[in-house]
């Protein structure tokens, strides 16, 4: 079940992936205790297929348990360690990333927002002059 997953994942059958995935990382904590290396696997597997769906939050929230699972088991050095955690820290710098964007086009919109209610008063204004002049030229 988890190649077919596999398969699915690289085919971009991403909720199918999904699904399978969470039976085989279900079923493998039933069976062989959640500290087994090949759940730990399994866990690793769903969040990747969760980042791609762009569930980052619950991807970061599985593999950081993965990585603590293959480290008490691993040790911290270990490639089946320090794998997962490479790609928790890229996924937190992608998440920053993109919050930083966001927040920088929402300070863009506010300031062109902003820019047009000021020329838009601008405007206002300098037709309000226009009118008071040529009522008080009379």
């Given amino acids: 079940m988890n190649n077919l997953a596999s398969t ?3 085919q971009g059958r991403w909720k199918e992936a999904e699904d399978l995935f969470v039976q085989v990382m279900e079923t493998r904590k039933r069976v062989l205790g959640a500290e087994h290396p090949d759940r ?3 866990m690793s597997n769903l969040a990747f297929t969760w980042h791609s769906l ?7 929230s599985l593999m950081d348990e993965c990585v603590r699972g293959r480290t008490s ?9 320090v794998s997962p955690m490479s790609a928790v820290a890229s ?10 964007t966001q927040n920088r086009l929402d300070q863009i919109s506010f300031d062109e927002s902003w820019s ?7 405007s206002n204004s300098a037709m309000e002059s226009d009118h008071l002049e040529q009522i008080w030229s009379r």
């Fill in 54 to 60: 762009d569930r980052t939050e619950e991807a970061i």
């Fill in 91 to 100: 996924w937190h710098t992608e998440r920053l990333s993109r919050r930083t």
């Fill in 8 to 10: 699915y994942r690289n």
């Fill in 40 to 42: 730990l696997t399994s």
């Fill in 116 to 122: 047009e209610k000021g020329a838009s008063l601008t």
């Fill in 73 to 81: 088991r691993l040790g911290l050095g270990h490639s089946l360690v």
